[in-house]
């Protein structure tokens, strides 16, 4: 396991989280002026962007998350991102989180699986990032915290070595692999099967730095070349160059960029066969021995996540990711077990050091009143992002 994984794990799943809100955001808004209060409107959608992406970009929260350490469970990782999705006025109800996030895990895997070499992940990350880019591109306060991310990314990976990227790429496939929902825009482009499963193309651009398939050379004892042999092996061609690995550039990959700019549902469905594979997706429920570390973690990482509290008498405006209410709430009903995302519970830890830390990056960050007894005895982690 790669201790250098976690922030491009969350990076680009957030990118995807920013993609499919954005597109569900601009499909339901309402010209300003024929909106009423409880409608969408693009000044909202501009909010919901703006709040979303600084919080996800917060300085702290960038420093806890670049610290070398393992991933954590699907659980920890979910929590945090339904804690980012509610980082302004939007709300989404359990169906259309569970929804979002298996778009999010589905897409990035497809894009892991897709790379040509390991380090291309890293481009797949600046994509991300330039289109989040242009989401606040009116907002430089919030664009100055996105390229110090990006500053931080190039120093922190462009020197590791290729066998690096590699260990990060089996991680990172690792940590997809009992994942195979069927997502209605792969079925559509036939980029997957109806298990779930993705289809690997065997054509188009191989890997930089490599020669295209197809040529057997045979050298005698001395190391001279003596004939050679072709060979049918896809339709494969050299890339014209590389992508660019610095903070402005063409990155020639598209791999990470916006798959729903264009007119498209943004849809996944679940049949009975799915449901079935994706029992074996089933989280180990037997006690976990790192579970305080990585309790601790969660700590950290929500400490360092501000909330946007609307102001005054402000209602937060709801979000639903499917076509109907109807069709949420079937899917809330219908949703397997062991992909469901419940309750963590917290418990502080006892180190007096650790402890003193906690509360101070809670007290810096977080606006809510700390609540009498918590420290002792722990907490609903819902509950307490909920005060928040």
Not at 301 to 324: C, H
Request: proline fraction near 5%; glycine fraction near 6%.
């Amino acid at each position: 396991m790669s201790s250098r994984t976690l922030p491009l794990l969350f990076l680009n799943l957030g990118g995807e989280m920013l993609y499919i809100l954005d597109q569900r955001l601009r499909a339901q808004s309402i010209p300003g002026e024929k909106a009423r209060k409880d409608e969408w409107t693009d000044v909202d959608r501009k909010r919901v962007m703006n709040d979303i992406i600084a919080t996800m970009f917060n300085k702290k929260f960038m420093e806890e998350l670049f610290k070398p350490q393992d991933l954590y469970s699907k659980k920890a990782l979910r929590t945090v991102y339904d804690r980012l999705a509610h980082a302004s006025i939007m709300r989404l109800n359990q169906a259309s989180m569970d929804k979002l996030y298996d778009l999010m895990t589905m897409a990035f895997k497809y894009q892991v699986l897709l790379c040509p070499r390991p380090r291309d992940i890293l481009l797949v990350t600046f994509n991300h990032l330039d289109a989040i880019k242009d989401f606040i591109s009116e907002s430089p306060g919030i664009l100055n915290q996105v390229d110090e991310t990006f500053r931080r990314l190039i120093e922190t990976y462009n020197c590791l070595s290729d066998g690096e990227f590699q260990l990060i790429r089996q991680t990172l496939l690792i940590f997809f692999q009992d994942m195979h929902i069927r997502v209605s825009i792969f079925l559509k482009d036939k980029v997957q099967n109806s298990n779930g499963r993705f289809v690997l193309p065997i054509s188009g651009p191989v890997p930089w730095g490599t020669e295209v398939p197809g040529l057997i050379r045979i050298f005698n004892h001395k190391g001279v070349e003596v004939k050679r042999a072709e060979f049918t092996a896809g339709n494969y061609v050299t890339p014209q160059r590389e992508g660019s690995f610095e903070l402005y550039g063409d990155r020639v990959l598209k791999l990470g960029t916006n798959m729903y700019s264009v007119t498209r549902p943004v849809e996944t469905h679940m049949s009975g066969s799915s449901k079935n594979l994706a029992s074996q997706a089933k989280e180990n429920i037997s006690p976990n021995p790192l579970a305080k570390e990585e309790l601790n973690f969660l700590a950290r990482l929500l400490g360092g996540l501000d909330i946007q509290k609307p102001a005054g008498g402000e209602t937060g405006f709801r979000l639903n990711l499917f076509t109907t209410d109807e069709e949420e709430e079937h899917a809330a009903q219908t949703r397997p077990e062991e992909l469901s995302y419940k309750v963590i519970n917290i418990e502080a830890t006892q180190e007096p050091g650790r402890r003193a830390e906690l509360s101070r990056i809670l007290g810096e960050l977080v606006v809510a009143e700390p609540r009498p007894g918590s420290a002792e005895k722990g907490e609903d982690l819902l509950a307490l992002m909920d005060g928040l």
